[in-house]
């Protein structure tokens, strides 16, 4: 076992390896061609029967994991939708795991449940949700999701007199779900997860937003219960649903409305870009990322819920064993499907906190711009075609056909001066550029762009 003085010495090394891999980022191939045999060979080794020295480990798992690791967190990663993180963020996330605080409740660590109700709060002001809204700090996207999908499923079901807690699902009323066809893949497994079945898919224009006619004759004189889930952001093109308008048919028809804002809802932060969200505020609730757009290590998401009551109780729990704070305005643990976790408020406090409210702006607007100045540059490259209007910080690309379009993609990625991912789009193959991260400058713009025309040319950059 290490002594007090010797973790200093291995927070000390570990510290330099990080610095080292950052400092690394700029000049790192992207995603590098690896030898999984190699990396594989390095890792998997017998599992040890006694114990080593931490400082060798650590050490050789920096470089055994090195050759497969990408520049994920760097300027130059464009894939999916990503994000890296903050220095504030970086540094808070150390000590999250340092202080290492179990934050389901408030009673045993009163420092991270305070920080998560302050961090929740700034949150809410920042995407203009209604005071008073509850909210959770969840895994992700996906579970902040299932989260707020639980409570509506509970909340639909109590209006038609069914109890789910006490008579679950078996014999409740149907619950209608409807979502548009560009709704992202993991609010079908939400809803997979919580027994709901597949939704109801009504159709999406070539943007991908949920089309304002079809989810009106859909709902034209509905009854029962209804959820309808709505986009803040295509994962593609960026688009926004009208959310102005949904909500208001949604309303009519007594639907709850779920309003999918993975990294989209994060526009309202943005005063430029705020008027995309138009209506936000009117859904009953919101899932959101941190560790995408906010540039907060994963994992963290957030959800919101516009009806307190329903989501604590879909998510509540009571055990003898645990202390719940008498006059505590909230228990962490009943507004999150985890039990134990970590506490994911620090370094999303930390990241508000150090960027600020015009912080946050000028990122989500430098994101925005650079995709602009990507879309541009690489429209102009023979071939090449725009497929989306680019609204927020998403570009999808294509050339003449298909295979024209792979080939291109396939030159990019081996290239290593970037790294982004393929799509279809309307039947056709198309490349989707994500800029998401707060590094991402102008230059690697340009050198994604180059990446591009010379992959155009045919010639793989060296
Ligand atoms: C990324 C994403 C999700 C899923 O989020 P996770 O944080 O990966 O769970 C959901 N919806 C949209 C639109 C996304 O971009």
Redesign the pocket.
Known sequence: MLRVGETRELLELTAELAASFLEGLDERRVLPPVDVGELRAALARPLPDDPCDPRDVIAALAADADPGLAAMPGGRWFGF?IGGAVPAALAADWLTSTWDQNAGLFAPTPAAAVVEEVAGEWLRDLFGLPEGVSFGFVT????AHFTALAAARAHVLRDAGWDLAADGLYGAPRIRVVVGAKR?A?VDRALRFLGLGAPEVLAADDQGRLSVEALAAALEGHRGPLIACA?A???NTGAFDDLEAVAAIAKRAGAWLHV?G???LWAAAAPARRHLVRGVELADSWAT?A??WLNVPYDS?IVFCAHPDSHRAAMGIQAEYLVHTEGADREPLDFNPEFSRRARGFPVYAALRSLGRSGVADLVERCCAHAAAVAEGISLLPGAELVNEVVLNQVLLRFEDDERTQAVLARVQAGGEAWLSGTTWDGRAAIRVSVSNWQTSERDVERLVGAFRAAVGGAVPA
């Open positions: 939708v992700g996207c996906q579970m992202h993991t986009q952001g295509e994962v999918d993975a990294f989209g990322d560790h995408k998401g």
